[in-house]
């Protein structure tokens, strides 16, 4: 079993943050981003679909590191590429690679957890906060195990 790395350190926290959540007033407004795959030489891309209040509260959870500090007051991780957007910030913020995002934030009908490789459950629209931070908790758990 391997050390948790920093990364994993705030997975947990954040899962913690997120578990403490019981209703959130901004749950069931979702946007659209476009991730791309690359199998291959081929470019696949493909939408997911993620709860905005996620990326919002890791404001509340990480007011170091984290501000609404985007173009329309996003919220973004501080000293980050202008050129990046929120989805990409917390990507590197959390070191996610792209099947651990899709496994933590997409609620789209698709289904694209891999519950096999990162435990957890299927999330989708009506997923609640305790749902998310499962997934969180989860997924460090597969990270340190293998």
């Not at 659209?32 to 696949?44: D, F, H, K």
Request: charged letters at 30%; a negative charge; one cysteine or more.
């Amino acid at each position: 079993m391997k050390e948790k790395t920093i990364y994993e350190i705030r997975l947990c926290a954040y899962a913690d943050h997120l578990a403490s959540i019981k209703e959130h007033p901004e749950e069931g407004i979702f946007e659209t981003a476009v991730l791309v795959s690359i199998e291959g030489n081929v470019r696949i891309p493909f939408d997911i679909i993620y709860p905005i209040f996620l990326f919002e509260e890791l404001v509340a959870a990480f007011p170091d590191d984290w501000g609404f500090n985007g173009k329309h007051g996003e919220p973004r991780l501080e000293n980050s590429d202008p050129r990046g957007c929120t989805l990409s910030d917390a990507i590197d913020f959390f070191n996610l690679n792209l099947d651990e995002t899709v496994h933590l934030f997409d609620v789209s009908p698709m289904g694209f957890q891999n519950v096999e490789k990162f435990g957890g459950a299927t999330l989708n629209k009506k997923s609640k906060c305790a749902d998310f931070a499962r997934n969180f908790i989860e997924l460090v758990k597969a990270r340190i195990e293998e």
